[in-house]
């Protein structure tokens, strides 16, 4: 196996108000190989945004370890290497673009920070926006009020590429977008993964996307993977009752919809009282004896490589229960 | 009998451009009718106009008649003066907005906010009777009624939406109107809220209009569904025709551009440009700069008209029975007249 682009290990992050202490991300590991399309997915408040940042070391560490290309990250140059080769790009451009800079000097902005020369910027400002489908000339000069949404996100995705990042963490890189934008500005980030090998991270909630593009995912709930494995595997064969109902609970563009499935009953609970045991257990319509006392780690389950935190696939525990039930 | 609502010619039009460009709708009681499109196409104008809510500036034109239950008269709404509309609102047609915070007012708590609506239309109303008719509506949208002694920053995204459910049944109206109801829950979260509406209609028997960008939500709740583009429908029909057998190239092209789970992985295609900018409209077919199919005749027309059974597109070329390689015209269709 080849090594990891970026790897995390027992990663935790904690925020504290007052006496409460949330525990956004509670020991989360997962790696990012090189030229992947990895996608991290679930419900707002699981944690998903938090890891991405945790990753880019833009939040102090509770617990854990990040490790890039098999070196383990630490101290200030490293973090710097670190978000040189690995980039991130947001769900809303218009309030990541300075609004007073002009789109060629918003894209040159990280060739400055690094303190390229002017000529050479120039020249790397326009073949990023190239890669985007922004024709330099027609762009360089205007101001953010003055495109899309998808222009927008394409010249957030410019400024992200003049550094050649070896990877790209998108969070919820399209869900402010119409349909058909939407499939521009995707179709623009998997033409830079298989022409550059550019790796990609989608942070998103939008399950079908996951499907379409992503070689393997991750679930979270409450700060922690509950599921992992390859996209087809973790969508078709769900093996955690989570990840089941959120695939069924994605509606489905098609006559008569996804059919009559009860969709999961009650709401992710605060991360600053995550329940005991497993700690999807209060809204499990699986659970059984031991769930509410004992916290599953990632156990093999379904398809090669796939993972569940579920104790239906406890050798002992999970005996006498079947998965699909 | 005679539908619900009955909407003829609607226009809506700010400095000379047209932003809803004569849209005719009708819906049966208990009717769920989806307006599907893309943002700045018209559907969330339709919706404001269909309650005469439009900002200022705006001036829409068209007749719209409502034929509520129980009423002798039909009533006009595209005559009826902002007085008049008030009658109307909330107590036969209300609206139920996307974004729930902004339409709650956050230093009130969530019972005098729903009594206060109910007062608006039965104020005879006393007061012990009001406050168990909130308990009843928020026990109906499935909300504990001690929920009504919070505010609105105390509860979750999907408990607000809830809310503005509630509010929006306080006077037993005949039509809610949802515009993006979900747009900005999680997938779970959305699921128990369509599921939600979707008991409503059977169980009091509402019309519904719902808007959203996401076919996905039509298909799931809508018996007809309406796609809009450019301010015109340009495709309606049942929900199952329309999803299986899209008779217009936008239709087509929007439900080929969505990632579907289960289908074919991979990008999908885009539609290539954009809509075009309503102060400068192309002449004849409103897709036609970003239709694979377009031809000459597009520069003029197409209405829309009745394809199928039941469905009507506003394509010169409909009725499609197979979609050609995007550039490739059917040459024979091109002879027709």
Same mark, same amino acid.
């Given at each position: 196996?080849?090594? *990891?682009?970026?790897e ?13 202490? $949330? ?9 990012w ?6 996608? &991290? ?6 944690g998903?945004? /938090? ?10 560490? $509770? ?6 290309? %098999?070196?383990?990250?630490e %101290? ?7 978000r ?11 309030? /990541? ?7 060629g ?7 400055r &920070?690094?303190?390229?020369?002017? %000529?050479e *910027? ?8 190239g ?5 330099p ?12 949404g998808g222009?927008?996100?394409?010249v957030a995705?410019?400024?992200a ?21 939407r499939a ?7 033409e830079?993964?298989?022409r ?21 995912? *991750? &679930? ?6 509950v599921?992992?494995?390859s996209?087809?595997d973790?969508?078709?064969r769900?093996?955690?009752?989570? /990840?089941?109902?959120?695939?069924? $609970? ?8 996804g ?26 319509p699986?659970?059984?004896e ?7 780690p990632?156990?093999a $389950? ?9 104790l239906l696939?406890?050798p002992?525990a999970?005996a006498?229960?079947? &998965?699909?039930? | 009998?005679s ?8 226009r809506?039009e700010?400095?000379g +451009?047209r932003?809803v460009d004569g ?11 989806g ?8 559907? @969330?104008? @339709?919706a ?7 900002p200022?500036?705006?001036?829409q034109?068209g007749?719209?008649t ?5 009423a002798e ?17 909330? #107590?036969?047609?209300?609206?139920v ?14 019972e005098? +906010? ?14 012990? !009777?009001?406050?168990?008719?909130v308990?009843?509506l928020?026990?109906?949208?499935g909300?504990?009624?001690?929920l009504?002694?919070?505010y609105?920053? +105390?509860?979750s ?5 809830r809310v ?19 747009t ?5 979260? +959305? ?6 509406l ?15 960008? !996401?076919? =996905? ?9 309406a796609?809009?583009?450019?301010g015109?429908?340009?495709? @309606?029909?049942?929900?199952?025709s329309?999803?299986? !057998? ?28 954009a ?6 409209p ?12 377009e031809?000459? #005749? ?11 059974? =039941?469905q ?7 009725p ?11 040459a ?6």
């Amino acid at each position: 196996m080849s090594e *990891a682009l970026l790897e995390v290990e027992n990663l935790a992050v904690e925020f504290r108000s007052g006496r409460n202490r $949330a525990r956004a991300l509670d020991g989360v590991s997962l790696d990012w190989r090189p030229g992947e399309i990895l996608g &991290v997915v679930g419900e707002s408040g699981c944690g998903k945004s /938090t890891l991405a940042r945790a990753m880019l070391g833009l939040l102090p560490l $509770a617990r854990g370890e990040v490790a890039l290309g %098999g070196r383990a990250v630490e %101290g200030k140059d490293d973090i710097a290497g670190l978000r040189r080769r690995v980039q991130m790009i947001f769900q809303d451009p218009y309030q /990541t673009l300075n609004p007073r800079q002009r789109v060629g000097a918003i894209v040159a902005e990280p060739l400055r &920070v690094q303190g390229a020369g002017a %000529g050479e *910027a120039g020249e790397s400002v326009r073949r990023a926006l190239g890669e985007v489908g922004l024709e330099p000339e027609r762009y360089l000069d205007r101001y953010p009020h003055q495109l899309s949404g998808g222009q927008r996100q394409r010249v957030a995705i410019a400024a992200a590429l003049v550094l050649e990042p070896d990877g790209l963490i998108c969070d919820e890189p399209v869900s402010m977008l119409d349909a058909s934008v939407r499939a521009q500005i995707l179709s623009v980030l998997v033409e830079l993964q298989r022409r550059r090998g550019l790796a990609l991270m989608f942070i998103t909630h939008d399950l079908s996307l996951a499907w379409s593009l992503c070689d393997r995912l *991750a &679930v979270m709930y409450l700060g922690r993977v509950v599921e992992r494995g390859s996209a087809v595997d973790v969508i078709e064969r769900p093996q955690h009752p989570y /990840t089941r109902a959120l695939v069924d $609970a994605v509606p489905v563009p098609a006559a008569g919809g996804g059919g009559e499935r009860e969709p999961l009953a009650g709401e992710l609970p605060d991360a600053t009282a995550i329940p005991s045991g497993c700690r999807f257990h209060p809204r499990c319509p699986r659970r059984f004896e031991p769930c509410d006392s004992v916290d599953p780690p990632l156990l093999a $389950a379904g398809g090669e490589g796939q993972l569940a935190a579920c104790l239906l696939h406890d050798p002992v525990a999970g005996a006498e229960h079947t &998965v699909d039930g | 009998m005679s539908a619900l609502l009955e909407v003829a010619d609607l226009r809506v039009e700010v400095r000379g +451009q047209r932003i809803v460009d004569g849209v005719d709708l009708t819906l049966e009681r208990g009717e769920a009718l989806g307006l599907a499109g893309e943002s700045g196409c018209g559907k @969330t104008t @339709t919706a404001l106009a269909l309650m005469k809510l439009l900002p200022g500036g705006l001036t829409q034109s068209g007749a719209i008649t409502l034929r509520p239950p129980g009423a002798e008269e039909p009533i006009n709404v595209g005559r009826r003066t902002e007085a008049g509309m008030q009658l109307v609102r909330w #107590r036969h047609i209300s609206l139920v907005f996307q974004g729930a915070m902004n339409s709650l007012d956050p230093v009130k708590r969530v019972e005098p +906010q729903i009594s206060e609506a109910i007062h608006l239309h039965e104020a005879k109303l006393r007061p012990r !009777d009001v406050r168990e008719r909130v308990a009843d509506l928020l026990k109906t949208v499935g909300l504990t009624p001690a929920l009504g002694s919070r505010y609105p920053h +105390q509860l979750s995204g999907g408990q607000r939406q809830r809310v503005m459910i509630a509010l929006a049944l306080a006077c037993n109206p005949s039509l809610v109107i949802a515009d993006e109801p979900t747009t900005a829950l999680d997938v779970v979260m +959305q699921a128990q809220v369509l599921k939600l509406l979707e008991r409503l209609r059977e169980d009091l028997g509402l019309a519904l209009i719902l808007i959203s960008h !996401d076919l =996905g939500v039509l298909a799931e709740t809508c018996d007809r569904i309406a796609v809009m583009y450019a301010g015109r429908i340009v495709e @309606t029909g049942p929900v199952r025709s329309v999803f299986d !057998d899209p008779q217009h190239p936008y239709t087509k092209r929007l439900l080929d551009s969505l990632p579907v789970i289960g289908g074919a992985r991979g990008v999908a295609v885009p539609i290539p440009g954009a809509p075009p900018d309503p102060g400068n409209p192309p002449e004849g077919c409103s897709f036609r700069p970003r239709c694979p199919y377009e031809a000459e #005749r597009c520069l003029a027309g197409p209405e829309l008209r009745e394809v199928r059974p =039941g469905q009507a597109a506003a394509c010169h070329f409909a009725p499609w029975s197979e979609w050609p390689e995007p550039g490739a015209v059917p040459a024979e269709r091109e002879a027709l007249p």
